[in-house]
């Protein structure tokens, strides 16, 4: 394999635009990706053209404008080049074709935000992200419009955050005399997910429509040794880990780093940063790759946040930066983080915005599958803090404290034999523990699940450190004395935020109630984590950034809302059809056959000991009976639910229906336990974790 000259080989990137688009056309396009310029109409279609002739090279025969609709996954209708001339055809995408596509709009979750039977929708053009061909189509991404207006999915309003931190940075380095062209986020996330044979995965009714297990007993054997974790590959993990890599990197896609994660069947990949709506597309593209990459390889690749009780999740770590097109990191502290006035500002903007907007931020991860992971000893808790570290932490304390700043200096590291080599240590450890923690040069925003569209949280992120600023600059404009200005704005700001700060163990006992007291939002479900979008300032701070209108972002409250309905929902159901259809009755089995070998001991002799069998019989019965009870009650329940209202319905299902699901769960699994493995209708957990070699 000669990786750089393979490497997005399916890419209509820049060196392939360079090298078959005209000069000026070249340029203009440039302008419009890189300066964020409005795009010139006259050149699409020479780009048309030249694309459609690359994508043909390829083997394409179609194209489709690729959309990320609010189901959370992508979507795509394929059309072919041809177009009739005489008796023949020719191959032909127009510039129109390019730039605007039509779609039916009506069967995409919306908020409520369009009736039904008003259907149609458009897709249009991001020449920011570069198209790719992929399985003989050219894919084209796009964003997804609704015909009155309304923004239908996630890339429409990431851009306009983008847009607006871009505006809004620009005021506050221009206050420092600093002028550039763009101010861009990029992102580089992480992404974890477990595999397991497909053999076994299609033996699980529950794996198959929900993506996790919702019964099974813990392993003997789970993660207690940490000799999983960054452990050697095994032969068929390592030659998917290859293939995949090999299909990424052939649609340039930055996978820098693979390994083993904490527990069994457990792996990551983490790719190289990229500008934010290129980072969230090529994450759509690297899970849908996995997925079919894992298939060719017998294996299933489960993206759910918890596939498995009683191990860790998955997660997907957002690491967040924002730098200029001259290359300035607004986020880097220099040398001297004390005298960088610029560094200090930026940091108690993005202070100040996860404090102010903390409940949509984490409402902005919230769903079904994430529930079971924050909070769990793997995971953030479900309660938003900022951690600085050492070095930044004693800078914001003397601040606030009125303190001097003493500098803590990066020491060097050794093992301390002659031999090894002395190595810088950074300034600052890093937390786990923390949602939030500022790790060199960026922000690592740890809360996000493994099958999550990353756009929701950078949205969010983006717009609220845009409003930061704008703030700001609307204070700090026109003042002569600027430093003198900034520093009492950092002062100010530090104070008023500090709570938000929190250097320590986020898994300790004392941290829940030391939130509580300082204020801090705690909401542990999704149910609970959603409401505050409908609140006014946490509806306004979107409005004001241009990102949603009001009835936008209120409808992508409801959706999260229905999403997660949808989801226990369906879990629910899952779970009554597996316990009534297969689990009971293959314990009634079992117990039958104790009831006949216990009566054929007794035939023998009325001495034979079975009080094995007798405690098994009686144990079992009153677990069977038990988990009869618990199935009825949650059918009863689920009933009562009325979906289509919201708010009481995600409230039911939270503090309803997921305790019935656990309670019905705790007795089936104990069952498991007691019940011979020949009549146990699924694979165990041993079976799935271990099944690939």
């Not at 053209?49 to 025969?61: E, F, I, L, N, R």
């Not at 986020?506 to 705690?522: F, S, T, V």
């Not at 990102?547 to 999403?563: K, S, T």
Request: glycine share 6%; with cysteine; charged share 25%.
């Amino acid at each position: 394999m000669n990786l750089p000259e393979m490497f997005g080989e399916n890419v209509f990137n820049d060196s392939v635009q360079k090298e078959t688009l005209p000069s000026e056309v070249y340029k203009a396009l440039r302008a419009t990706i890189e300066a964020g310029k409005r795009l010139d109409i006259s050149i699409a279609g020479t780009v048309a053209s030249a694309m459609k002739k690359w994508a043909v090279s390829k083997g394409a025969t179609h194209y489709t404008h690729w959309f990320q609709p609010l189901t959370g996954l992508t979507a795509e209708k394929h059309d072919s080049f041809i177009e009739p001339e005489g008796d023949r055809v020719i191959m032909r995408l127009t510039g129109k074709s390019l730039i605007i596509g039509e779609s039916d709009a009506s069967s995409f979750p919306s908020g409520g935000s369009r009736a039904t039977y008003m259907a149609r929708g458009y897709t249009a053009w991001d020449p920011t992200s570069p198209a790719f061909v992929k399985e003989g189509t050219l894919y084209i991404p796009t964003i997804f419009v609704s015909y009155t207006g309304e923004t239908l999915d996630n890339k429409s309003p990431l851009l306009r955050s983008m847009t607006a931190i871009d505006k809004q940075a620009k005021r506050i380095l221009k206050l420092f005399g600093i002028d550039c062209k763009k101010v861009s986020t990029a992102v580089g996330p992480e992404q974890e997910y477990f595999l397991v044979s497909e053999e076994t995965y299609f033996k699980r009714k529950d794996l198959q429509l929900t993506g996790r297990t919702l019964f099974g007993a813990p392993v003997s054997r789970g993660q207690e040794l940490e000799d999983h974790y960054f452990g050697v590959l095994k032969p068929e993990i390592a030659e998917f880990m290859r293939d995949l890599d090999s299909e990424l990197w052939s649609y340039g896609i930055f996978s820098k780093t693979k390994h083993n994660e904490v527990a069994p069947a457990q792996h990551e990949m983490a790719p190289v940063f990229s500008t934010t709506n290129v980072a969230v597309d090529t994450n759509m593209l690297t899970m849908e790759l996995m997925k079919k990459v894992a298939h060719r390889h017998g294996l299933a690749c489960l993206l759910h946040e918890k596939p498995f009780k009683g191990i860790n999740g998955s997660g997907k770590h957002n690491n967040w930066s924002l730098s200029t097109d001259t290359g300035l990191n607004l986020l880097n502290p220099g040398a001297s983080p004390e005298s960088n006035t610029l560094f200090k500002l930026v940091l108690t903007a993005v202070i100040k915005a996860v404090d102010d907007y903390q409940g949509v931020l984490r409402a902005s991860v919230a769903s079904a599958g994430n529930d079971h992971r924050l909070g769990a000893d793997e995971a953030p808790p479900a309660i938003i803090s900022v951690y600085l570290g050492d070095q930044l932490g004693a800078l914001v304390d003397s601040i606030v404290k009125g303190e001097n700043y003493v500098a803590g200096k990066a020491s060097e590291g050794s093992i301390g034999v002659p031999e090894s080599p002395i190595f810088p240590k950074d300034a600052t450890d890093r937390n786990r523990t923390s949602p939030f923690a500022f790790t060199g040069n960026k922000f690592e925003f740890r809360m996000l699940g493994s099958q999550a569209n990353v756009a929701d949280a950078n949205i969010c992120l983006n717009t609220i450190v845009a409003d930061a600023f704008a703030k700001f600059a609307d204070e700090l404009e026109g003042k002569k004395d600027i430093e003198s200005a900034v520093n009492k704005v950092i002062e100010r700001e530090l104070k008023a935020h500090y709570r938000i700060i929190f250097n320590h163990d986020g898994y300790g006992p004392e941290w829940e109630p030391e939130a509580l007291k300082r204020g801090l939002l705690n909401h542990k479900n999704t149910a609970d984590a959603v409401p505050v979008c409908y609140e006014d300032e946490n509806v306004e701070v979107f409005v004001r950034q241009g990102v949603f209108n009001r009835a936008e972002a209120i409808a992508r409250a409801d959706i999260r809302l229905e999403n997660y309905i949808k989801i226990i929902n369906i879990e629910a159901l899952t779970m009554i059809e597996m316990a009534k259809r297969d689990i009971i009755p293959a314990v009634s089995s079992f117990i039958g056959k104790l009831c006949r070998d216990l009566s054929a001991k007794s035939a023998v002799s009325s001495n034979l000991p079975c009080k094995t069998e007798s405690g098994l019989i009686k144990k079992l019965s009153e677990l069977n009976d038990g988990a009869s009870e618990a199935v009825d009650r949650l059918e009863e329940h689920l009933k009562g639910i009325d979906k289509s209202d919201v708010l009481p319905a995600s409230q039911a299902m939270a503090h309803v229906i997921v305790p019935d699901m656990e309670e019905l769960r705790k007795i089936v699994d104990e069952m498991e336990t007691l019940t011979s493995s020949d009549c146990w209708p699924y694979p165990v957990y041993f079976d799935i974790l271990y099944s690939v070699k």
